[in-house]
């Protein structure tokens, strides 16, 4: 039979004899409190824990906690001092304060106040650049430290090759999308980057290269062969990485957000979502980068700048453009989602300092931003202003147009390039003008809806009509210019708005047996747009594109009559700023179609009929001779018209491009029923 174990104590356990002479203290027997070495010496064995210099066993866990901090201090050789890490972290001193507070505009007027010999309160001097307050972020004399160390090599992970960025900037000229936001000849918009130099720079410079890097990927054109570049994941998976990883590590952090590079990133994903048709984020994104913007104090140096102020620094042009910049994007977003304007029209001030900045173009730009606001802010009273509010809107938009002339009127010229027009940017004005006719049609389409069924509001549907063509024409001479930056859903989505007008038109007009000269150029306007994008469409995000060439084959399809006549077949669509729409072919009795807007319609007490009184040459567009007898026509329904509002926004399920399953699948925006269920009746 084996003999029982000793029972061998602990360290902490032994006793004081044993503790001094370093042997292992074991017990005699399980049932003695004596150990070996004590017994056979004959001397009492006392335990250490009873003895007077034993420690307290709170005191020894205290002692191996402060020994592990020690140990872990002293791997932090990056940091010098607390100063260090508070200059690197953008933000001072906690001084008792639970949450750190975060480094904004030293000229708030509040502060200013306080600026005397009494107080002892002088106001720093700001920064004078975005690459000022970037280089400060950095500490001076040493590197970075850790937090941002770690930071910066997460990100510069993601940082492609110098290979793989060499053929991403030859492959699309995208980087021209960076005029919306900054002045052309701003160095920082060369399409050449240094990837060596930027993996040492700081995480946020890398965060805002990233987004731009996103940018271009996107913006590639459709026949480019992905399997060039050196990726390890598909593109669509990298772009997910650059946005997250900008998203999670940088714009998500107050700290940051509120510098000059984190307003960049956040408006640089606002521009990236725009491009994608996720209007929503973009919407979220740019509302963000608008109140950072006013964080940093940019309308105080928009003013300071237009006022003509003593104070004025050399910086404070280039942060009124940003200002201009940041409203511009949130004022394109906020009538096309049907959402209220991030600021007021008193964002530029007074309308006496509209003065141009650096050119006559950013004055066409901040009017065409406060029409908008005044767009956006018509949709968003309760109840729904009448007509005279639409009135009073289109009569700025004249007047804007007598001032800029040729500006607004005349289509710049093109190239694939930007950089061969230094100076100024066709490309962007380009789009300006695009933006001024898309307003035009949210501000007028409610009423244009009405004008079938009421002559009264014959005026808007000629303004839609004009505003279409106008706005066709231009999205022709952008892809005729086999330019890649031009790949924006926004545009193919405004574009398919402008078409679906004209068609809609003509099909109303065919249910009253009717044919212009001016419907048909528009149908072959019609036709060449959607040509140029089904040619857009072939590449595997163009989402929109597709959904547009759908819908405006199906309506021409009823243009053209190439249905059975004998079917009472009925079409249902539920399009962006048109609602429900029903289009039904029936045998429809022709009635005398007038050739003009007849005066005896108009009230000479109206003082809407006032208003549409002088435009009656305009607003009348010749129709054909009028037919009698049954016809067969279509039978044009819009089930919103009658409802007495003015402010109709798309569905916003008609922008979410995230529940989409997989890259290249199928994704109805509209419901397009098939062939064979066009007998049917709709659901």
């Known amino acids: 039979m084996d003999l029982p174990r000793k029972k061998i104590r602990r360290m902490v356990n032994s006793c004081l004899e044993c503790r001094r002479r370093k042997i292992r203290c074991d017990l005699s027997t399980n ?126 992970a993601l940082i492609p090759t110098q290979e793989d960025a060499d ?46 890097f996103a940018i271009l990927i996107q913006q590639l054109p459709p026949d480019f062969d992905t399997s060039r570049l050196q990726f390890n ?66 309308q105080k140096s928009y003013l300071r700048c237009v006022r003509g102020s003593e104070d004025e620094g050399p910086c404070e042009r280039t942060n009124a453009m940003l200002w201009v910049r940041t409203v511009m994007i949130d004022h394109f977003l906020a009538p096309i989602l ?7 029209n008193d964002c530029f001030g007074e309308e006496g300092v509209l003065v141009p900045i650096l050119t006559l173009s950013d004055v066409f730009e901040r009017r065409t931003c406060l029409i908008a606001g005044m767009v956006a802010a018509r949709n968003q009273k309760e109840p729904a202003p009448g007509y005279t509010t639409t009135l009073d809107i289109h009569e700025k938009i004249e007047s804007l147009g007598k001032d800029m002339g040729d500006m607004l009127t005349k289509i710049p010229t093109l190239s694939p390039s930007p950089q061969t027009f230094p100076g100024h940017d066709p490309f962007k004005m380009v789009l300006i003008q695009m933006w001024i006719y898309q307003i035009m049609i949210i501000l007028h389409i ?77 149908m072959k306007l019609v036709s060449k747009v959607i040509e140029s994008m089904r040619i857009a469409s072939r590449g595997p995000r163009e989402f929109m594109a597709r959904q547009g060439v759908e819908v405006m084959e199906a309506l021409l399809a009823l243009k053209d009559g190439t249905r059975d006549r004998k079917t009472n077949d009925t079409l249902r669509f539920t399009i962006p700023f048109f609602g429900p729409v029903v289009i039904s072919r029936n045998n429809t009795p022709a009635g005398p179609t007038p050739t003009s807007v007849a005066q005896d319609l108009f009230d000479g007490h109206d003082p809407i009929d006032t208003l549409l009184r002088p435009n009656d040459v305009q607003s009348s567009q010749p129709f054909g001779a009028n037919t009698n007898g049954p016809v067969h026509g279509h039978h044009v329904s819009f089930e919103q018209a009658n409802i007495p509002d003015s402010g109709w926004i798309p569905p916003l399920q008609a922008w979410d491009f995230d529940t989409i399953p997989a890259w290249g699948g199928s994704f109805s925006l509209w419901d397009v029923p098939d062939s064979n269920t066009c007998g049917k009746d709709p659901v």
């Open 31 to 156: 049932q003695s409190e004596k150990c070996t070495a004590c017994a056979g010496r004959g001397i009492a064995c006392e335990r250490w824990e009873h003895s007077a210099d034993a420690p307290d066993s709170h005191n020894l866990e205290l002692s191996a906690r402060l020994r592990r901090v020690e140990s872990l201090l002293e791997k932090l050789t990056d940091v010098e001092s607390l100063d260090a890490v508070e200059a690197a972290l953008n933000v001072g001193p906690r001084g008792g304060s639970i949450t750190a507070p975060i480094e904004g505009p030293t000229h708030s007027p509040l502060i200013s106040l306080f600026d005397n010999a009494v107080f002892g309160h002088q106001e720093q001097t700001p920064l004078s650049s975005g690459t000022e307050r970037s280089n400060s972020s950095q500490g001076t004399g040493g590197p970075q430290n850790a937090k941002l160390e770690k930071l910066r090599l997460v990100l510069s």
């Open 167 to 212: 053929l991403i900037s030859r492959s699309t000229n995208a980087w021209g999308l960076g005029h919306l936001l900054y002045s052309p000849h701003d160095p920082s918009l060369r399409a050449n980057v240094d990837i060596t130099t930027l993996s040492k720079s700081s995480p946020l410079i890398i965060a805002r290269t990233l987004m731009r």
């Open 233 to 298: 994941s598909p593109i669509e998976a990298v772009l997910q990485k650059y946005l997250y990883y900008v998203a999670d590590l940088v714009t998500s952090k107050d700290d940051f957000a509120c510098t000059m590079e984190g307003w960049e990133c956040l408006l640089l994903q606002s521009i990236f979502y725009i491009n994608d048709g996720n209007l929503r984020r973009a919407w979220l994104a740019a509302r963000r980068a608008l109140y950072t913007a006013q964080f940093l104090g940019f």
């Open 338 to 344: 049907g959402l209220p304007c991030g600021v007021g």
């Open 446 to 522: 409610p009423w244009m809806l009405r004008a079938f069924t009421d002559s009264k509001f014959e005026y808007s549907r000629y303004v839609c009509l004009v505003a279409s063509r106008e706005h066709l024409r231009r999205y022709l001479a952008l892809r005729d210019t086999n330019n890649t930056q031009n790949t924006v859903r926004v545009v193919d989505f405004g574009t398919v708005i402008a078409a679906v007008t004209l068609i809609l038109n003509r099909v109303e007009s065919a249910t009253r047996g009717v044919t212009t000269a001016d419907g048909e150029k528009d």
